[in-house]
């Protein structure tokens, strides 16, 4: 499949999902030039998503993580290379690295990734203060939370939701180890009763969030309403309207308690920061490239140098339908991109990225899961089910267009939904009000909602109340992430 | 160890010894048996580990949980009857001799 008019060399500046899937995908698609795969992380490529979920309860070591073993790169001649990109030298062609060594290329393709951010407050360098990115951030969190007691999360999105979960249903246990199996069922069971035995309950969490709801970037406000309540039903305290003002040590370097803007302070062992994460583009913006909330790059993914690449969370790239630059966070959209320019490289397309959006949390034995993406903000909500219930879906519109839709413990809606996006058929806020109507259903038959029907009377329709129709998208703001940023 | 045995669309066959309470999935994926993807990791979200359980050994894994089936309607080859997730199929002693047939692609 290779042909004279392939790069003999492709380099790849970052091991994670998306650099990985970019090696992958090049070998995949029979691109017989060198792949070199340069990680700043001492690992094999590895999976994200389970840092914030199932790792952090378990005694799972870093090979459980691993995207492939060992042996798949060698059988595939993709060089893994560790060290630090310093430069770019877009005129020769060459990245450098800290060691002193430097790698040609034909493409380039940046996977830098994000980084997350940290709190700019008195005491935010303590022991007991983590943030939550790489396999070695779980690593430290998960040990720290064997026996920590109170856990206070800054932020209430993604990365703090999930790691909140994880604590409340780990019992601690001095020796260390964190309880699994049949503990974490008796904790989980000892969470919906107002009594917890001294000793075998989790950590004590309160989330401390300074807008009024969790999510509040990422999800509608009945999604959000659900998470509160779900979170609050399993014991963890939230402080919504909230900021962090100090975090204050015990005297020996050890963080011992939270301090909040209106001054109370909250004893703590344990502080997990998420509070969203900051694209990794110094080394774009060093080479020139254009950098506005992530590498700028356009439709095809390509930077302002056609010899360099920039995907997954460190690329702003033109959203489908609204044009608007943006960045993702998730897995889907790392290895979507990967895959768009491996096929690019390789010749097979010159096509434009258009892959619907889709993402995942787990948190308590529910399910979230979206598909779609509200960048331009939603003027209308429809419910499909009790919102008050434990399973429910939210379509977003804007005007008569379905933007976006939230399934919670609705596996099936989500399917239907992804499919409906990624087809373009037309669903409008009537039809989804309509008695009856389902997702899957429209699906094979796209025109229920024509026979008449009292506007409300089957489904909740919420002319918008507070949802991110009142947040500016910025291309710094923390969207939907399967990975613990 | 169950032994498993996964078999190409060429009709290459190779059997591994997958160790219990992991995954048909992770067991290809570990063992540098191409033909299966997971890009979710094994979530049931993204179809990418299809595989088509041998006709005869049916009745040694358990039905698909509703999530899964809904799933399984997004597979980049045809569902058929015997269609599975192998994320989904969790190795137990009960699967030794199981046979799976990877499907001719996965996206």
């Known amino acids: 499949m290779t042909n004279s008019t392939h790069p003999a060399s492709v380099v790849v500046v970052g091991s994670g999902q998306g650099g990985y899937q970019t090696a992958a995908s090049l070998r995949e698609n029979g691109y017989r030039g060198r792949v070199t795969l340069i990680s700043a992380e001492d690992a094999l490529p590895y999976e994200r998503p389970p840092l914030s979920k199932a790792y952090l309860t378990g005694r799972a070591d870093q090979a459980q993580l691993w995207l492939r073993p060992a042996t798949y790169y060698v059988r595939q001649s993709i060089d893994l290379v560790g060290g630090t990109v310093t430069e770019i030298d877009r005129a020769a062609r060459t990245v450098r690295l800290a060691d002193g060594s430097s790698y040609e290329y034909g ?87 107002t009594a917890r035995e001294p000793g075998h309950s989790g950590c004590e969490v309160t989330v401390v969030e300074a807008l009024d709801r969790p999510l ?105 339908r609204s044009g608007n630059l943006r960045r993702l966070e998730s897995v889907q959209n790392a290895v979507g991109h990967a895959r768009l320019v491996a096929e690019r490289i390789t010749g097979s397309t010159t096509r434009a990225y258009n892959e619907l959006p889709w993402f995942w949390s787990d948190q308590f034995s529910t399910k979230l899961q979206i598909t779609g993406v509200d960048d331009e903000g939603h003027d209308t909500e429809v419910v499909l089910g009790d919102e008050n219930s434990e399973a429910f879906s939210v379509l977003l519109f804007r005007g008569a267009d379905l933007l976006a839709v939230e399934s919670v413990n609705r596996p099936a809606d989500h399917l239907a939904a992804r499919q409906l996006l990624a087809r373009g058929i037309k669903v409008t806020p009537d039809d989804a009000a309509a008695p009856g109507f389902t997702l899957k259903g429209h699906l094979t038959h796209p025109a229920p909602g024509r026979r008449h029907h009292t506007p409300g009377a089957g489904r909740t329709v919420i002319p918008c109340r507070s949802s991110n129709a009142d947040v500016t998208p910025s291309p710094d703001t923390s969207p939907p992430s399967n990975d613990p940023s | 160890m169950p032994k498993i045995t996964y078999v190409a669309v060429d009709g290459t066959e190779r059997t591994i010894d997958v160790a219990l309470g992991t995954s048909v999935m992770r067991g290809a994926v570990f063992n540098d048996i191409d033909g299966i993807v997971a890009q979710c990791g094994g979530h049931a979200q993204c179809a990418t580990c299809h595989v088509y359980v041998d006709e005869t050994n049916l009745d040694q894994v358990e039905p698909a949980r509703p999530d899964e089936d809904d799933m399984l309607g997004f597979t980049a080859c045809p569902r058929r009857p015997n269609s599975r997730l192998s994320c989904q199929l969790k190795v137990t002693s009960d699967m030794d001799g199981l046979i799976v047939h990877l499907p001719e692609r996965q996206y």
């Open chain 1, 107 to 193: 493409h380039l393709v940046l996977a830098t990734g994000a980084r997350p951010r940290t709190l700019d407050v008195p005491g935010a360098g303590l022991r007991g203060v983590h943030t939550l990115r790489t396999a070695q951030d779980a690593t430290e969190l998960r040990t720290a939370l064997a026996t920590a007691r109170r856990a206070v999360v800054v932020g209430a999105g993604f990365i703090g939701l999930e790691f909140a979960s994880v604590a409340r249903s780990v019992a601690p246990e001095p020796g260390g180890s964190t309880a699994r199996g049949s503990g974490r069922t008796a904790v989980r069971q000892a969470g919906r009763s």
């Open chain 1, 216 to 320: 509040a970037r990422a999800v509608s406000a009945p999604t959000a309403d659900h998470f509160t309540r779900l979170h609050r039903a399993e014991g963890t305290r939230f402080l919504f309207g909230q900021g962090v003002a100090a975090l204050h040590g015990d005297g020996r370097g050890r963080v011992a308690s939270v301090e909040l803007t209106d001054g109370r302070r909250l004893p703590a062992d344990l502080v997990l920061v998420g509070v969203g994460v900051t694209p990794r583009t110094e080394l774009a913006a060093a080479a020139g490239l254009p950098v506005r909330g992530g590498i700028t790059v356009d439709s095809r993914l390509l930077t302002g140098d056609p010899h360099i690449s920039a995907i997954g969370d460190c690329a702003a790239f033109p959203q489908v």
